[in-house]
Structures are given as C-alpha cells and as structure tokens.
C-alpha cells in the first residue's frame, strides 16, 4: 500500500504541464501584482481544501470555493475532511497571523504544481482571493495529462489588495420593483468582480419598496405601483434580511437609500400630512423629477423619519445610510439644508453615517457624511473642502441607465450615451480637479429604473459596463488599460453565459 501511495506520488510529479502565463490571464479586475512561473496546477477529483481550523469565516469561504468549482467543473472537492486519505493535491485557504495588517481585503495567492496557498488576514480578504481563483479555472479540462480530467490553473503568484476601500453598484427598486431574486442574482454577478457594495434605492415618487411596520400604509399604499403603472411591489422586513444575510455572506454590504425630502410622492400618497408642495397628492407613474417634497418645519415629519431609520437601521449592519437629497426642486433652500441637517442627526442617533447625493454639502452637517457626486463638480469640491469623503458616481462616465448609444434598446441619455469604453476610459483619481485619491471613498454605478423593469433589461444595461467599474475602483491607475481590458472583457463569456446574463453585445469587444 504504502508502494502504491508513493508511484502516485510519483505520477502526479511527473505530469508534464503545458507552459502557462498566470500575468496573461482573464482575471477582472486587474490584481495588484502578478508573478508567472510558467507551469499549472492541476484542479482534479482527488483535490481537497483545507482552511485554517479555527479562524472566523474561513471555513465558510472554503465550502464556498467547493460549490463554485461544483458548479463550474461538477467536481465534488472535500473541504476540511480529516478521514480523506486520498493523495491528491490541495488548495489551502490560510489565515495570515497578521494583526497590522489593516488590509482587510488583501490577499496573496501562490499557485505551484503541488498546491494552491491563498493567504490573506481575514475571511473577506480570503473571499475576495476566491474570486480571483474562480477566474483561473478554465472552462474545459485537459483530458490528456492523466487518467483524471484536470483543468490546469497557471502558476505563479499574485499579490493584491483593492485601490478604493467602497466599491458599490445601485439598484433603483423604487421607479420598477426587482424581486429578492432577482437582487441576489445580480448580487452573485458583482461578488465575482469584487464589488462589495449595493447600495439600494428603495423608495422614490412612484413607489416606497420598503416594510415599514409603525407607519404600514408606507407599503400598502406606496408601494402599490411603479412607473407606467405596474403592480409595483415591496421587500417585507423579513425579506430585506434574507437580502442583507445573502449579500453578508459574499462580502457586500447593503446601503439602504430612503430618498428625501424630494423624490416623496409615494410616501406622502400614503400619509398625505408629510407633503410639502401645498398640492393634492395624487399616485404618480411617470418619469419626471423634482415635483415633490416633504414639509420640512413639521415635527411630525421628523417623527415620522426618525420611525424609518430607526428599523431600517436595525435591520443594517453596514456603517451607511443613504438619505438621498437629490433633485428637491420644489423644496426652498433654507428649508432643504435646515431638512438634511435635522436627519443627519436622526441617522448619527441611529448609529449610522448618512450618505447623501451631492446637493447635501449646503447643510450643516458632520464631516464624517459621505457626498456621492453625480452632477455637480462644485458640489463635490464643497464636500472636499468640508473634509467630507466622496464617492464618485459621475453621470456622463458611471451611470448605467444612460443608453450606450441611439440604438440601444433601454435607458436615458440625459447625461451622455455611454458606450463600454467611455464607461471605463477615465480616471477616478483625476476626474474631478483637487479632488485627489485620499478625498474618494470609491466609485459607484447607479441603474436608475425608469427604463427597464425585468431582469433580462438589468442584465442589458448592467454587463458589460459593471464589469469595467469594478476594474476601475478595485485596480491601480498603472494597471487599467483599455486595449488589454477590453480582450479580458472578452473572454469573460463562458462566465456570464454560464450565469445566464443577458449582456449587450457590444461591436467594441471581440467576444468570444
Ligand atoms: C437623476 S441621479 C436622478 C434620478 C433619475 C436619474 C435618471 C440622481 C441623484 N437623481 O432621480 O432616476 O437621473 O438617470
């Protein structure tokens, strides 16, 4: 027996592994560092993996490993079996006893003929290594080398780490309803490129997406329809859980938006008392902006917020609330900045730190609020001069609603066309003058809703360009170019085909 063990020892040694490029290939987004050695391991029925034993969320992350290999290869991989004898080779996910490493992200991965090592100080930084793994694995296996198919991953060794700590995409529920889902499917897209924010646009003029239990008319009143006049829809509390819990796991965090004091109609169709615009509140289908507010000098409508951030805020673990204040046209200023003010407050009471769309850097509030930037570059300077953070989401560059071109089927183009290499050809670090890499939270890609209601017409205006976001706020500025982007880009078919992603098949990208 103990012969036997050995020849297969032996054999395994002696596989002779094509020569392979690790640096060339079709990882999104780009990892920090790359180092080929020019051979492969080979993934196959005998490999197991083994995962530091006692480490928080280690094990999980492999068992995660296991299903996608499952899914991508049908081969069955044990995770941390202790009685499995076989001989084969491993992949070790190991915690890196490391407590200065403030990195939570980063992970190093050493592929060599005989094991995988994916190493990294936490489970996230594990779990973002995974992805990078899962991109490596080639769709066909190599039935020649020996008796087992093997799907040979190249070796070498990549060092990385993220370039933006928030990397998010948003989901407009509120102008369409999307269902549980359909979010943790796109939640599955954006976990394998990285991405570890979703940021949610729960309630707007046509619709108020969100349970919540002391104000119920919120949902059974406003969320009973949506643009053009649909069935509309809601996430009970219980649903929004299962929807935070699903993104937990992969590592992303939910950002609850409740847009205010503009963008209201719904809320205020349901409690007529918090209207603000003097006018007869009517249900409202269309697609314009700016007609409502909430009336900004009543108490109750203090109350009233104070009611929704608190459950919502229960029910979020992550640092961030999002309070909108975009577009409030009808709203005086003094009264917008008295407004955001005030919830600043309620959302710091809350625990939380209030996110805010570019037009709430006019209100007194904390420096630890966050400006998204969207329109306006003054706005975003403000914010900057405040000593406030900026997430970049500029509409001409990162808005995922606007139409790549005048054919496209589906989208805006209020603020460009945006075909897939003006998504990615710009430079977060330098889009805005004076506002530098140690002003930018991060970037995100908004899909606003007004447009597309099913899956299928989210997945055409999401993919490709998400893809490229990713790139953008996970990669270094040396390491994005388009002309290799775009064949990386290229060759991410198998896996959108195999996810059943209905992406624009844009003439730009030579798929494959
Ligand atoms: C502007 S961007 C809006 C949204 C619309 C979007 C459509 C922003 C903060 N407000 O209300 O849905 O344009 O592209």
């Known amino acids: 027996l103990a012969i036997t063990a050995c020849e297969e020892q032996e054999k395994k040694k002696l596989i002779n592994f094509p ?4 640096a060339m290939e079709n990882m999104i987004p780009k990892p920090l560092k790359i180092m080929a050695s020019n051979s492969a391991f080979g993934l196959d029925q005998n490999t197991v993996i083994h995962t530091s034993s006692n480490a928080t969320g280690f094990n999980e992350v492999g068992q995660y490993l296991s299903e996608k290999i499952k899914w991508q290869t049908q081969l069955d991989i044990a995770v941390n079996n202790t009685t499995n004898t076989s001989s084969g080779r491993v992949i070790f996910i190991h915690q890196l006893n490391d407590s200065t490493n403030s990195k939570k992200e980063a992970y190093e991965l050493t592929i060599t003929q005989d094991s995988v090592i994916l190493s990294a100080a936490t489970a996230e930084g594990a779990f973002r290594g995974v992805q990078t793994l899962r991109q490596l694995i080639p769709e066909s296996s190599n039935d020649t080398l020996s008796e087992t198919k093997m799907w040979l991953i190249s070796s070498g060794k990549i060092t990385d780490n993220p370039n933006f700590e ?6 407009d529920v509120a102008r369409h309803f999307f269902s549980v889902e359909d979010v943790k499917k796109y939640i599955d897209l954006l976990a394998y490129y990285k991405i570890n924010a979703l940021h949610l646009h729960l309630t707007d003029d046509q619709g108020w997406r969100i349970e919540i239990k002391s104000w119920p008319k919120l949902t059974e009143i406003g ?13 009970t509390q219980e649903d929004y ?4 819990a699903y993104a937990a796991k992969q590592y992303i965090t939910i950002i609850p938006e409740v847009d205010m004091p503009g963008h209201t109609n719904a809320a205020s169709l349901a409690y007529p008392f918090l209207n603000g615009n003097g006018k007869k509140v009517e249900p409202y289908t269309g697609i314009d902006v700016g007609f409502s507010t909430f009336d900004t000098r009543k108490d109750t409508v203090y109350a009233f917020i104070d009611d929704v951030v608190r459950e919502i805020s229960e029910m979020t673990p992550g640092p961030y609330f999002h309070a909108g204040g975009d577009e409030s046209h009808v709203t005086k200023k003094k009264d917008f900045n008295y407004f955001i003010s005030r919830v600043d407050k309620i959302v710091k009471k809350y625990g939380k ?13 904390d420096t630890t609020a966050i400006a998204q930037f969207w329109s306006n570059e003054e706005n975003a300077k403000i914010a900057v001069e405040k000593g406030m953070k900026v997430i970049l989401s500029p509409g001409k560059k990162a808005y995922l609603d606007m139409q790549y071109d005048t054919l496209s089927k589906y989208g805006l183009h209020w603020a460009a066309y945006i ?3 003006t998504a990615y050809v710009w430079t977060p670090e330098r889009y805005i003058n004076g506002i530098n890499k140690e002003h930018i939270l991060g970037v995100e890609a908004p899909l606003w809703s007004e447009t597309i209601s099913t899956m299928e017409e989210l997945e055409y205006l999401a993919f490709p360009r998400m893809i490229g976001y990713s790139e953008l706020s996970w990669s270094t500025e040396e390491n994005r170019n388009w002309e290799d982007y775009k064949i990386r880009l290229g060759n991410q ?13 844009s003439k730009l990208i030579d798929w494959k």
């Not at 020569?19 to 690790?22: D, K, P």
């Not at 928030?166 to 989901?171: F, P, S, T």
């Open 19 to 22: 020569e392979t490029n690790l």
């Open 493 to 505: 078919t198998p896996f959108l085909d195999r996810m059943n992603v209905k992406y624009y098949p």
């Open 419 to 421: 075909p897939v290499d």
């Open 166 to 171: 928030y990397r998010g995409a948003m989901l």
């Open 241 to 244: 859980k299962d929807l935070v």
């Open 223 to 235: 969320g009973s329809s949506e643009v053009g006049g649909g069935p509309g829809g809601f996430y």
């Open 353 to 365: 730190r209030m996110i805010g769309w570019d037009e709430i850097v006019h209100a007194d509030i």
